[in-house]
C-alpha cells in the first residue's frame, strides 16, 4: 500500500508543472515572510484535496485562488509546525544558556561528548515532533482547520497507531530517501552540465575557481527552491493526506 501511495503521490505532484512553479516562486520568495505563509497554504490545500480523494483517482493540484483564506490556512499550518518544535528548540537553548562556558575556560575542559548529547537529544525531538506534527496538522485540516484539533493528543496517537507505527515510521523513511535521491540527481546532472559549461569558462576566461563553485551552487539553490522543494512538499502533503485515510474510522 505504501508503493502505492508513493507512487500516486509523484505522478500527482509533477501532473501540472506551472503549479509546481508557482509554488516554488512562493517558496523562493518566502524569505520575505509573507509568501511564506501562502506557501503553507498551498501545502494545507493539496492535503485537504488528498484527505477528500482516493489512490489513482483524477485529483487537480489546487488552484492559485481566494488569497485570504489560503493566508489563514497557512499561517494555522505554521502555527502548529512551530509549537511542536517547541520542547527540542527549548532543550537546544537552555543549553545554550548553561553556565559550563566559564568552567569550561577555567579548567580547559572540552565538554564535546555533552554537547553532541545534547544536540543529539535535540535532534530527537525536532524529528520525533515533526513526525508527530505530520499527523497533527492533517488532522487539523480534516477536520475544517479546526487549531484544536491539532493538539488532541490522545486522538493523534490513537491515528498513528491505527495507521501502524512501524507503517507510519516507514513511510516518511520512503520519504527521505525519495528526497534524497531527488536531489542527489538532480545535482548529479546539475553537476555535469553546468560544470562543463563553467570549466569553459574558466579556460576562456581565468577566472578563479570558486567562481566556478559559487556558480554551480547558485544554480542549484535555486532550481531546488523553484522545482524540487515545492515537488517534494507537494508529494509529502498528497501522501501524508492518503496515509492518513488508511486510519480505522470508529
Same mark, same amino acid.
Given at each position: 500500500?505504501?508503493? &502505492?501511495i508513493f507512487k500516486d503521490s509523484f505522478e500527482y505532484s509533477y501532473k501540472d508543472p506551472r503549479s509546481i512553479?508557482?509554488? /516554488?516562486i512562493l517558496s523562493l520568495?518566502?524569505?520575505?515572510i509573507v509568501p511564506m505563509f501562502f506557501a503553507a497554504g498551498y501545502y494545507y490545500r493539496v492535503t485537504d484535496i488528498g484527505l477528500n480523494g482516493?489512490? +489513482?483517482g483524477e485529483d487537480p493540484l489546487p488552484k492559485f485562488e481566494k488569497w485570504t483564506n489560503m493566508f489563514v490556512q497557512g499561517f494555522k499550518v505554521l502555527i502548529v509546525r512551530l509549537i511542536y518544535l517547541i520542547p527540542g528548540t527549548l532543550i537546544y537553548l537552555i543549553h545554550h544558556e548553561r553556565p559550563y562556558g566559564m568552567?569550561?575556560?577555567?579548567? +580547559? $575542559?572540552?565538554?564535546?561528548?555533552? &554537547?553532541? /548529547?545534547?544536540?543529539?537529544?535535540a535532534a530527537i525531538l525536532w524529528i520525533t515532533f515533526y513526525l508527530f506534527s505530520s499527523a497533527a496538522v492533517t488532522n487539523m485540516i480534516n477536520k475544517n482547520g479546526s487549531l484544536r484539533a491539532a493538539f488532541e493528543f490522545k486522538e493523534i496517537i490513537a491515528? $498513528?497507531?491505527?495507521? /501502524?507505527?512501524v507503517r507510519y $515510521?516507514?513511510?516518511?523513511?520512503?520519504?527521505?530517501?525519495?528526497? $534524497?535521491?531527488i536531489l542527489g540527481t538532480a545535482f548529479g546532472v546539475i553537476l555535469l552540465i553546468t560544470g562543463s559549461v563553467a570549466f569553459i569558462i574558466w579556460v576562456v576566461t581565468s577566472l578563479k575557481p570558486y567562481f566556478v563553485g559559487g556558480f554551480i551552487a547558485g544554480l542549484f539553490s535555486i532550481i531546488a527552491v523553484l522545482f524540487l522543494i515545492p515537488?517534494?512538499?507537494?508529494? &509529502?502533503?498528497?501522501?501524508?493526506?492518503?496515509?492518513? +485515510?488508511?486510519?480505522e474510522l470508529d
Amino acid at each position: 500500500m505504501l508503493l &502505492e501511495i508513493f507512487k500516486d503521490s509523484f505522478e500527482y505532484s509533477y501532473k501540472d508543472p506551472r503549479s509546481i512553479f508557482k509554488f /516554488g516562486i512562493l517558496s523562493l520568495l518566502s524569505v520575505f515572510i509573507v509568501p511564506m505563509f501562502f506557501a503553507a497554504g498551498y501545502y494545507y490545500r493539496v492535503t485537504d484535496i488528498g484527505l477528500n480523494g482516493t489512490i +489513482n483517482g483524477e485529483d487537480p493540484l489546487p488552484k492559485f485562488e481566494k488569497w485570504t483564506n489560503m493566508f489563514v490556512q497557512g499561517f494555522k499550518v505554521l502555527i502548529v509546525r512551530l509549537i511542536y518544535l517547541i520542547p527540542g528548540t527549548l532543550i537546544y537553548l537552555i543549553h545554550h544558556e548553561r553556565p559550563y562556558g566559564m568552567i569550561s575556560s577555567i579548567f +580547559n $575542559i572540552q565538554f564535546l561528548s555533552f &554537547e553532541f /548529547g545534547i544536540f543529539s537529544l535535540a535532534a530527537i525531538l525536532w524529528i520525533t515532533f515533526y513526525l508527530f506534527s505530520s499527523a497533527a496538522v492533517t488532522n487539523m485540516i480534516n477536520k475544517n482547520g479546526s487549531l484544536r484539533a491539532a493538539f488532541e493528543f490522545k486522538e493523534i496517537i490513537a491515528i $498513528i497507531k491505527s495507521i /501502524g507505527i512501524v507503517r507510519y $515510521i516507514k513511510f516518511y523513511f520512503g520519504c527521505i530517501i525519495l528526497a $534524497i535521491g531527488i536531489l542527489g540527481t538532480a545535482f548529479g546532472v546539475i553537476l555535469l552540465i553546468t560544470g562543463s559549461v563553467a570549466f569553459i569558462i574558466w579556460v576562456v576566461t581565468s577566472l578563479k575557481p570558486y567562481f566556478v563553485g559559487g556558480f554551480i551552487a547558485g544554480l542549484f539553490s535555486i532550481i531546488a527552491v523553484l522545482f524540487l522543494i515545492p515537488f517534494f512538499l507537494t508529494f &509529502e502533503s498528497r501522501a501524508i493526506a492518503l496515509l492518513y +485515510n488508511m486510519r480505522e474510522l470508529d
